[in-house]
């Protein structure tokens, strides 16, 4: 899995790069059910992940985003975005919806994996 992390309008620390890779830690456990079998080769998961402040001249309020969208292969792209005053919750936010999305994702395969069997003849 590749992960890209951009930061847009602050410049993080190593304490903050550091926090937001722990964070960011949770994909690599979520691409495991939904892609088991192993890709091509060339072919990787990519992670792109924008974290940063809405605005400079925000002072209070929701001021921190965190953006992130998933490229699988052979599956359509998940996204998710989450706009927070605290950069922890906005990142909790977009795990979370990830985490959703791509339990939808497996549970639709398995669906259609299902009806195959059922059309077949196939109990």
Known sequence: MEIHIKYTSFQPDEQAKIY????????????????????KLGEAVHAWIEVGKVTRRHQQGKIWYAEC?????????????STNYDLGIALEEVKDDINRLLRNEKDRQE???????TIKGDY
């Open 20 to 39: 937001i890779q722990e964070r960011l830690s949770f994909l690599d456990k979520l691409i495991i059910p939904v892609k088991p079998q192993a890709t």
């Open 69 to 81: 969208e998933l490229k699988i292969p052979g599956k359509n792209s998940v996204r998710s975005t």
């Open 111 to 117: 669906t259609k994996t299902r009806r195959k069997k």
